[in-house]
């Protein structure tokens, strides 16, 4: 067997041992409730089985990570399906080192589902091997990409432990106008998550039933003296069409649900190759999260967040803010090293200049300057309990849209992801 055939099938098995682990987890939560329970020897027991399994599942990443390095002859994390991989590895090394020192059973029920939803997401992408472009085939590749995703999976911790604080201290009972503002914030960053699932489940499905479109999309370019139509190429599309390229023509369109041509064009101002395909994807991750969330919500008959806090009663809201603070505070210095100063370096030895504004780099700047207001209002003024948690959830939230907006919306230098 090839070092490249045992990465995935390692990495396979890594993605089921987090899905059992975080069963395992919910179990040592949820489990202590039933009857003719030992609450304290219950959460132990499961406690003690869920870490097991997860941390053999990141035994199986780290093998991936290995082997697929051996393979191909450089740290996977050169495209999006090798860099979220190796970003949920990285979550999954920060979430252990922090459940080490903190031993909160909790804080795995809500970590382990986000390094499972980052692996799913790395699977959308094509999981070819890819040649390295001239300009990562440097050293710095090593150390600015691989510090840069550890300092964002502390962050992901921080955000876990940050949400978890607000879900134990907002009181879902009362009805006043502050709480019901954060209750409407708490659901929307469910909602965001259910969306991002729905997305997932929807490109696997579609791709499991082989469904293609097809456009060829026509721009008109102009020499001094003629005029001369010329098509850029053709676009293709995995999902159901609802948004055709800006002047384009049908080639193929496979019926879905009695929807056999697109709704509209997109504007003339989204006028690139792949821009209405994007749009395209946004308005189906859109629609299938809102339909997962409905279901979500038939089904449990109130909103999630009221559905989830009652488990959170048990433990120190203090603690949890404690851990968001650490690992933030740890996640800091290497994102800081990583994606700024090393970055500034490579980009000194590949386009000759430390800094251009290209939008990968402007938003890992805004992503450090928002954790280093967060470090400040928390050392200097205080800022703690819910108002520091609300500033880890949008910290997340920021550097997700760094990692995903910027690489597969926004072009830019950095836009090497390997879409499909």
Known sequence: MSYLEFSKQAFVIAFYLYCVAFIFYVVAVTGKTWRNRDPQKHERKWGRISFVTSSL???SHLLYCGTRWASSGHIPVSNMYEFMSFLSMMIMIAFT???????KILLGMFAVPIAIIIMAYAAVFPQDVQPLIPSLKSIWLYIHVSLAAAGESF?????????MYLLRSVPFGDNDKSTRRQKW????T???IIVLVGFIISVFAFRAAGYEATFASNSTEIDSQVQQDSTIGKV??????I???????????????GMDKPLFEAPSWMNGVNAARKLNTIIWAVISGALLYGLIRLLIRKPIGTAVSPYLKGIDADDLDEISYRAIAIGFPIFTL????FAMIWAQQAWGRFWANDPKEVWALITWLFYSVYLHLRLSRGFQGRRASWLAVLGFLVVMFTLVGVNLVISGLHSYAGTD
Do not use: H
Not at 97 to 103: A, G, K, S
Not at 338 to 341: D, E, F, K, P
């Open 57 to 59: 599942g990141l035994v």
């Open 97 to 103: 080192i922090v459940f080490l020192i903190y031993r």
């Open 155 to 163: 962050f992901a911790v921080g955000f876990v432990a940050g949400f």
């Open 185 to 188: 914030w708490i659901e929307f």
């Open 190 to 192: 469910f909602f965001s």
């Open 236 to 241: 293709v599309y995995k999902m159901p069409p």
């Open 243 to 257: 948004v055709a390229p800006y002047q384009s023509e049908t080639e193929n369109v496979q019926s879905f649900l």
């Open 338 to 341: 990583g994606a700024l100063v």
